[in-house]
């Protein structure tokens, strides 16, 4: 990294230390059902990439069912020699075929996926490798154990989890408690001023238990840039605009929390995107909080968020 200005934070009870912006690449490819995100290509990936690792934004996110492991191809591509410069993680569980065992969380599926995520990126081991979501057809041990097996020869480093209940993470955790397996580092979950729910359960047991939160949406799609006001149209080209509105949240509260937020927003002199993620940041048990960049290809570039300024 050129720039060590950026604050960083333990992953959860790990030794590892990772930035508190992380870069998400769901924009990266833009086929099939992620095409209204983004259409991130190799070269504006690259600037993106060399963006972040320039200001010490070097932890880099994805996951095999974007864009049906495209967004894996870009982001390896985007790093080529500089990987071992930077922090992958990525996920598995969705389907990446037709077959009844192209997903899910069995051992079959874990290692064949873990092997494919490896070769798209062309690298050797993954940072952090997270289970996408709950696979109740598949025995948590099993899950677990398989996962394991991938740390211990060298292909992941450190195992999360994404979108767990409260339940299914402690379970998880006394899994491997039991059976000496390697514990979740990590939970990856929706969090931000108009989702607060993950206070409720999640954050206390993952305060107790040392597993660092990973934030995904944090300007929930968008909205909380101020970008859209009460009584307008979600601006063209938006992902708003394309998906609609996702029944998430109530939409005058969320105007409420935007006319507050750009309150703010002026009187410190900078953006409502800014003043939302600075919350989160301030949030207990919160890690780092994961934004991924919402343009197309094109030539033009902007700076990365400086949490605190």
């Known amino acids: 990294m050129n720039d060590t200005s950026v604050e960083t934070r333990f992953l959860g009870a790990s030794g590892l230390q990772v930035p508190v912006l992380t870069m998400g690449t769901m924009t990266f490819g833009g086929t099939g059902r992620h095409a209204p995100t983004g259409k991130v290509q190799v070269d504006e990936a690259t600037r993106m990439v060399d963006m972040c690792l320039e200001r010490g934004v070097d932890f880099f996110d994805t996951a095999d069912v974007y864009s049906q492991g495209l967004s894996e191809e870009i982001l390896g591509q985007a790093l080529g020699k500089r990987r071992g ?135 929930a799609g968008g909205f909380l840039t101020g970008k859209q006001r009460r009584g307008e149209a979600p601006p063209a080209g938006s992902r708003r605009a394309a998906n609609g509105d996702t029944g998430t949240m109530d939409l005058e509260q969320g105007f409420d929390i935007v006319d507050a937020l750009d309150g703010i927003a002026r009187d410190r002199g900078t953006s409502i995107a800014q003043v939302a993620i600075n919350w989160l940041l301030r949030r207990p048990g919160v890690t780092s909080v994961i934004i991924a960049p919402a343009r197309r290809s094109s030539s033009r570039t902007t700076s990365a968020p400086r949490p605190g300024r």
């Open 85 to 219: 410069d930077a922090l992958v993680a990525t996920k598995l569980n969705g389907p990446m075929g037709d077959g009844v065992n192209d997903r899910g969380q069995s051992r079959h599926h874990i290692i064949a996926a873990c092997e494919a995520s490896l070769r798209r990126m062309g690298t050797d081991y993954i940072d952090l490798y997270q289970v996408h979501s709950i696979d109740e057809r598949t025995p948590m041990e099993e899950t677990l154990s398989a996962l394991d097996d991938l740390v211990r020869q060298g292909k992941v480093r450190y195992i999360g989890c994404s979108n767990y209940s409260a339940w299914h993470l402690m379970k998880a955790l006394s899994v491997s408690e039991r059976r000496g397996y390697e514990r979740y580092v990590s939970l990856q979950a929706y969090y931000s001023l108009v989702a607060r729910e993950l206070e409720h359960e999640l954050l206390p047991v993952s305060q107790d238990q040392g597993v660092g939160i990973l934030v995904w949406s944090p300007l």
